[in-house]
């Protein structure tokens, strides 16, 4: 007997679908509204040493355009009879609206407290959504792939909240300690470490620590240009440490399953 779609899915695709358009029109609407401020003069405004410059934002081209990818296979009948999708679309849909907020409201505010919370808003659901994928058993390969925008974008925007922690203080004057430029940055990046550690473990996919690598390297090379190189060099091992540590953990996990077949 066939399952039948609930209202609840279709507003699930709804929303998700809406989203996905939604964070990518918005993240374009300051330069096609010609408004004076977008996020990007304001990471200039307030720039860090965590702030990646060069070429790494063009990462958002891809993952716009995938996760509206996603959001449309997502809304197949197929798919909205998948109970496994039921999660991991919710939360995709939260980001995705959040994202699609603070898109609009940084421009304007500048990268306060508020724009931090909203970035935190959208970490939190996609994290989930990273362990949900890899905790949900086997997919299908078009269902693998289509997961692939989602893994990079959470992975991506590990490394925007560790950038956004730091800028934010900044732009508020936060430094309780007096620390310096480079012992800020580097304590932010000890911590983001901390807490990355468990979460590439689970998550072990390449499209989740390569979205989280290429934010460090810009960063490395970003402050290697500057002659940064304390923090150039840290970003760079904590960049391909994030792949070692995937390749290690999909490496016990293949041995784990061999384990349980013998």
């Known amino acids: 007997m ?4 609930t209202a609840l899915a279709y507003i699930r695709a709804l929303l ?14 300051p330069d096609l509204l010609g408004w004076e401020q977008t996020i990007s003069t304001r990471s200039f405004e307030s720039r860090t040493l965590l702030i990646p410059g060069g070429g790494a934002f063009i990462i958002w081209l891809p993952l716009f355009f995938g996760n509206i990818a996603f959001a449309v296979f997502a809304a197949l009948p197929s798919q909205l009879r998948e109970k496994r999708m039921a999660t991991i679309g919710w939360l995709a849909a939260t980001a995705f609206w959040i994202n699609t907020v603070r ?4 421009p304007i ?7 931090l919370l909203l970035l935190f808003g959208i970490l939190i659901p996609l994290t989930f959504a990273a362990i949900e994928i890899r905790s949900r058993g086997t997919w299908s390969t078009l269902q693998t792939w289509a997961f692939l925008p989602v ?13 956004g922690v730091s800028q934010t203080a900044l732009f508020t004057g936060f430094n309780p300690a007096g620390l310096g430029a480079e012992a800020s940055a580097l304590l932010v990046l000890s911590i983001w470490t901390i807490l990355a550690i468990p979460v590439i473990w689970r998550v072990r996919a390449l499209a989740y620590s390569g979205g989280a690598a290429w934010g460090l390297f810009w960063i490395g090379a970003t402050n ?5 190189e304390g923090i150039a060099w840290t970003a760079f091992v904590a960049s391909a440490g994030v792949l070692v540590l995937t390749g290690a953990a999909k490496t016990d996990t293949a041995r784990s399953v061999q384990a349980e077949k013998t």
């Open 103 to 106: 898109s609009l409201y940084e």
């Open 2 to 5: 066939t399952q039948q779609i």
């Open 151 to 163: 893994l990079g974008q959470s992975g991506w925007i590990s490394i925007a909240s560790a950038a």
């Open 224 to 228: 290697l240009s500057n002659k940064v």
């Open 109 to 115: 505010h500048g990268p306060g407290s508020v724009s």
């Open 16 to 29: 998700l679908l809406t989203g996905a358009v939604g964070q990518f029109t918005a993240g374009f609407a």
